[in-house]
């Protein structure tokens, strides 16, 4: 119980301004502004919660549900980018040595607070990961691809996912 009551004060001003659901296992909520993908990762962390990890099917699919009541709101949300009509939202997914040379080579993880983890579980969009450009090392999601996992530059911008698990 304490554990809930501490997540639910943590991440109160998300929930209380409608910018976070529980969606089963997780709290989902977004960042309304379009940032890099570093600040993606700190602005979750400031409104206490992580960049979102995808650890399952189950998870891929939770995560999905949530973005496509995002993007029912169409052009009036601010995750919405009209010179390319997508919604695209940072998930906390990198390269490893993402800010070294010819680093496409390298397998993707998730970034946390705490450090690294495996990524057990990919739900990619079709042909990807493929490094366009030879220097895309962050992951999104968007609704072109029906919120499945894409490979992007670390500076284009767009809206975070963040979770809280609880």
Known sequence: ???LSLLLLISSH???SGKAEM???YFYGIVHKQVEWKDAFTLCQDAGGILATIMSPDESQEAREFLYTEKAKGSKS???IPR???FQFWIAGQRRGVDQPNFCSR???WKTPEGELYMPFTDWSTGQPDCSG???GCLQMTDVSGFKMNDIRCDALMCA???IGI
């Open 78 to 80: 601010p995750c919405f």
């Open 1 to 3: 119980m304490f554990k």
């Open 84 to 86: 390319i009509s997508e």
């Open 107 to 109: 397998p993707f993880f």
């Open 23 to 25: 969606v089963k296992n």
């Open 134 to 136: 030879g220097n895309e």
């Open 161 to 163: 996912l963040c979770q």
């Open 14 to 16: 998300l929930v209380a």
